[in-house]
């Protein structure tokens, strides 16, 4: 597989193929590419395939490619996570990253500098920036979190403090999410958590105001929030998305049911909080875009913390897994988010990190993956990805092995094809190879 076959016919057989909504599974399929769209799949046989270039997936597992529209990109770079990483370089780095482990689409929630990723998104959007190994760039600009008063913390995260608006009052909240419209971001991201007492908490005046404002733009709203007092006061706003599930205690009736009828999304967000295992870190695809040095360092951090979460406790991690069960049975929309690019959420593993997080939290590998895929196309607003299925983009993560059987396995990749494209992945990794010596 290394053609490029964007303007022929190409046809990928023998394929096993997860179509991406939860339950349909393809053996022995044929899918027609031409274009850079799905123009057809078929179980075997597929029919004439006169003129196409036959491309034998045989003992291959076909899966869409991941969409995450919850992270931070620009601020990692190997181990470290520091505003001192942030640049225009480093965050086309963490897009190519993404798309050399599948990840086609992401979406930076709130963690903007200077504008630096509103611009490389409408360089991207307007064909400017022609790379075509970069996945595709959506961002919520600069968040907004509460101005600190005295002898009072940000509410913003650890590494983006002086990267999100400070929000005087409520009437400085809307001037902000007004100037973040001018500039066509596609969410609005906000704070609301006070860090344990630390930190000045954004008021509901102020969320209504932030909220309203991005809601006349046509914009939606993303809430972060870790407690059900938060979580209220964020549904009270109008927010469209709560960027994680309420910890300890857990969500309430009242909660629940407000969460159902207005078909709020909440994001998993769960790998970002799990026990700090490191035999991931053993994994030959970690080892492959990431220098031993920057491992160890990793691993060495982790067990420092004698298998509790970098962030938070395990109990905290228990309650959250039971959480995600309680939501899920009541029909909350639950919404696939790595937190991608801060603690250990490497660019482009933590995508698979989350998914496995996500089975150990009850679902099967076939759900995890539609979470992930059809789910988190369908929050971006896009139709043209999420599913094998014709009309589609050709964006397939092509698998060494079954991930029905172990869902580490969406990690066991063969290829990545992006609009029907085979991504070079050996030109990246030799890039990363000459950049870590
Ligand atoms: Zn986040």
Redesign the pocket.
Known sequence: MNKDNRTGATAFTDARVIVGDGTTVLDDAVITVQNGCITGLSQAPAGDLTGATVVSLRGKTVMPTLVNP???IGYMRGAACDPGCYSRENILDHLRRFVYYGISTFQC?GTDRNGIEIAIRDEQRSGTLDDPDLATFFTAGSGLVAAPGPGQASGA?FFAVDAVHQVTDPADGRAFVRELAGRKVDAVKFWIDDRGGAAAKLSPEACREIVDEAHQHGIQAAA?IYTVEDAKVALDAGADIL?HMPRSPGPDQELIERLVERDTAVFT?MSVQGPTRTEWLDDPAVRETLPATAIEELRGRMQARGGEPLFDTGETYRRLQENFATLHQAGVRLVYSA?TGLLAQLPGLAEHRELEALVEAGLSPLEAIEFATRRSSHLLGLTDRGTIEVGKRADLLVLDADPRADITNTRRIADVVLEGRVVDRERLRRQWRTDGE
Do not use: F, M, T
Request: hydrophobic share 20%; glycine share 12%; no cysteine.
């Open positions: 919850h992270g931070h929630l995260p972060h960027a967000s937190d």
